[in-house]
């Protein structure tokens, strides 16, 4: 059982709590109430307690078309770094995304774009196992739960375990370009390198897909649209890259990517290229 605010033990357990809080901004009291077997009173009740009110309205059909740059950029990101579970036998439906706490400002961008009516929590996992070493991994974590939003996400082609299947989204051509900003700040890199043979600097550009099928999509568009070759390899089951080695191609796709100052963007990525082949650039040649 929790605490109510007085001290005095509550009927609601913490795992209750958590679910009012993560839904009462989008689910009605009797919703949540026969979802966790109280009435609609019990529940508005103990939502104030909790400090909650209804002052938000939440963009569930946010992602019904995919009509603006913005759109098809959050599209982007979720298809590759994000999750939608649909699940109507336990009513679970859920939109999420969990990226390393420095990136937090990007799931505070999406949340407010969408209403703001979420809370997004901080984890600190201790003692994880990555590259050969254990260290603690500190990320920040975005959960929505909207059965509309996993729908439309779904019929776009981000679908629950998408990294098994075939589907995946396709946007119209004046929006591709921010759909794959999107997907590149979600599971691309972009990395300068000296060469030992020449002792000259490179950049490389590249995504990472599980779907081949995707792989060979942004492959074509690059080519069709902005006239960019790519190298395209199958490295193994589930692990395909895109891939672009030409410093004049890589600065003109992120030209034309970064042409919108105020669009969404990752930062630590938009500063490689920006050091590489931005007017900071120029001014240290």
Same mark, same amino acid.
């Given at each position: 059982?929790?605490?109510?605010?007085?001290?005095?033990?509550?009927?609601?357990?913490?795992?209750?709590?958590?679910?009012?809080?993560?839904?009462?901004?989008?689910?009605?009291?009797?919703?949540?109430?026969?979802?966790?077997?109280?009435?609609?009173?019990?529940?508005?009740?103990?939502?104030?307690?909790?400090?909650?009110?209804?002052?938000?309205?939440?963009?569930?059909?946010?992602?019904?078309?995919?009509?603006?740059?913005?759109? @098809?950029?959050?599209?982007?990101?979720?298809?590759?770094?994000?999750?939608?579970?649909?699940?109507?036998?336990?009513?679970?439906?859920?939109?999420?995304?969990?990226?390393?706490?420095?990136?937090?400002?990007?799931?505070?961008?999406?949340?407010?774009?969408?209403?703001?009516?979420?809370?997004?929590?901080?984890?600190?996992?201790?003692?994880?196992?990555?590259?050969?070493?254990?260290?603690?991994?500190?990320?920040?974590?975005?959960?929505?739960?909207?059965?509309?939003?996993?729908?439309?996400?779904?019929?776009?082609?981000?679908?629950?375990?998408?990294?098994?299947?075939?589907?995946?989204?396709?946007?119209?051509?004046?929006?591709?370009?921010?759909?794959?900003?999107?997907?590149?700040?979600?599971?691309?890199?972009?990395?300068?390198?000296?060469?030992?043979?020449?002792?000259?600097?490179?950049?490389?550009?590249?995504?990472?897909?599980?779907?081949?099928?995707?792989?060979?999509?942004?492959?074509?568009?690059?080519?069709?649209?902005?006239?960019?070759?790519?190298?395209?390899?199958?490295?193994?089951?589930?692990?395909?890259?895109?891939?672009?080695?030409?410093?004049?191609?890589?600065?003109?796709?992120?030209?034309?990517?970064? @042409?919108?100052?105020?669009?969404?963007?990752?930062?630590?990525?938009?500063?490689?290229?920006?050091?590489?082949?931005?007017?900071?650039?120029?001014?240290?040649?």
């Amino acid at each position: 059982m929790s605490n109510n605010n007085n001290g005095r033990p509550s009927m609601f357990s913490k795992e209750e709590d958590a679910y009012i809080l993560d839904n009462y901004l989008i689910k009605t009291s009797g919703e949540i109430g026969a979802f966790l077997g109280y009435s609609a009173k019990q529940i508005q009740s103990r939502a104030k307690i909790l400090g909650l009110r209804k002052n938000r309205v939440f963009d569930n059909r946010y992602f019904e078309n995919i009509d603006t740059s913005e759109k @098809a950029y959050w599209l982007g990101f979720l298809y590759a770094d994000g999750w939608v579970v649909y699940n109507d036998k336990r009513k679970n439906y859920e939109v999420g995304i969990e990226l390393q706490r420095n990136d937090k400002y990007m799931l505070e961008r999406l949340n407010n774009t969408l209403g703001g009516a979420f809370t997004i929590k901080d984890i600190d996992k201790e003692h994880v196992f990555v590259v050969q070493s254990y260290c603690n991994v500190y990320t920040s974590v975005l959960r929505m739960y909207s059965k509309p939003m996993a729908m439309d996400l779904i019929s776009h082609g981000v679908v629950p375990n998408k990294t098994y299947k075939k589907e995946y989204p396709v946007v119209s051509d004046d929006l591709f370009a921010d759909f794959f900003r999107g997907y590149f700040d979600g599971n691309g890199c972009i990395y300068d390198y000296v060469r030992k043979t020449t002792g000259r600097s490179y950049v490389q550009l590249n995504i990472t897909t599980p779907n081949d099928s995707f792989a060979l999509y942004c492959h074509d568009k690059l080519q069709e649209l902005y006239d960019i070759e790519t190298g395209l390899y199958h490295e193994q089951e589930f692990k395909n890259r895109v891939v672009i080695t030409q410093m004049p191609k890589i600065a003109k796709l992120c030209e034309i990517m970064y @042409a919108n100052p105020t669009a969404p963007k990752l930062l630590r990525k938009y500063d490689i290229y920006n050091s590489n082949f931005g007017p900071q650039a120029e001014q240290s040649a």
